[in-house]
């Protein structure tokens, strides 16, 4: 199943080339907010799964808007330095990233007027969580994931020392298109991820290659803080082909049987660095 927010955040079902309403299938509380009916398709999957067939045709997917599949978790936990692209090989570690910086399909990263010395967007297959995970071991982990999403990870570096600041400005979690649930996905630490920043391939590499796998990440978030229903864990990106974004460009990101997310974005100041240099002229040590 491939399960999407559309238009004023209705709960639908991606089916091809149509987008079907599942609202029938929620409960009035589950409608209540984006998060809630999220948590209420997680927990209704099976019973939405038996009865969408019934629900009819949808509405052409050229005709909706689409909008991040889960607008606002309860946390947004994101994995730091987690490929092996040339960092020593880390434990698992994490940064927690505002929920208010969320954004969906075709919308506008917004380049904040803070003086970064550069701006990045990194790649990411997220893990959207299907059910309470406190104190986890990694053998059971798997277990609770619901499904996969594409995410990118903006960064403003040298704003800040911490994670927070720099991560955090509003529009720097593009998300999406939809939650494909994990029996959709055969292997999810062998899916091919693939980046553009306009027609310029910029980044291409395997999910095989994270250093601390899906169920690792779980165990040890789980081991700190209970992860609830919804929340999405983005994984870490293959920083090799990490080079700048600014303003014009148009950013996709492609995922193995997860989906394709582009945005474009926007900076009212007009900066540009050499699309070719990764780091800027002043950043010299290894991101994120």
């Known amino acids: 199943m491939r399960y999407v927010m559309y238009d004023d955040f209705k709960p639908g079902v991606l089916i091809g080339d149509s987008v079907v309403d599942i ?3 929620l409960s009035a509380e589950d409608l209540k907010s984006p998060r809630a009916a999220v948590q209420g398709i997680i927990a209704k999957h099976k019973e939405i799964a038996a009865k969408v067939g019934a629900l009819g045709k949808g509405k052409p997917l050229s005709s909706v808007r689409l909008r991040q599949p889960v607008p606002d978790p309860v946390q947004l936990l994101c994995a730091a330095k987690n490929y092996k692209d040339g960092h020593e090989t880390p434990k698992a570690d994490f940064f927690l990233k ?5 954004i969906g399909p075709d919308e506008v990263v917004d380049l904040p007027a803070a003086e970064a010395r550069v701006f990045h967007a990194e790649p990411e297959l997220a893990v959207v969580i299907g059910k309470r995970a406190d104190r986890i071991k990694a053998a059971d982990a798997m277990q609770y994931v619901f499904g996969y999403t594409c995410f990118l990870d903006v960064s403003a570096r040298g704003v800040s020392s911490g994670f927070y600041i720099h991560k955090s400005y509003r529009t720097f979690g593009p998300m999406g298109p939809a939650i494909v649930t994990a029996d959709e996905i ?19 590499f395997s999910t095989d290659e994270m250093a601390n796998s899906i169920d690792k990440l779980i165990e040890a978030a789980s081991a700190v803080c209970p992860l609830e229903p919804g929340d999405v864990i983005p994984t870490g990106t293959h920083h090799l082909g990490l080079l700048p974004i600014q303003n014009g460009d148009k950013l996709t990101i492609d995922i193995e049987s997860v989906g394709r997310l582009s945005v474009s974005v ?3 100041r007009a900066r ?11 950043l010299e040590k290894s991101t994120l």
Do not use: C, M, Y
């Open 23 to 25: 609202s029938s299938l």
């Open 98 to 102: 505002a929920n208010g910086t969320i």
């Open 186 to 204: 055969r292997d999810p630490h062998a899916l091919r991820v693939r980046f553009w920043n306009g027609d310029k391939l910029r980044q291409d």
């Open 266 to 268: 926007q900076d009212k």
């Open 272 to 282: 540009a660095w050499d699309p070719e240099q990764r780091n800027g002229p002043a």
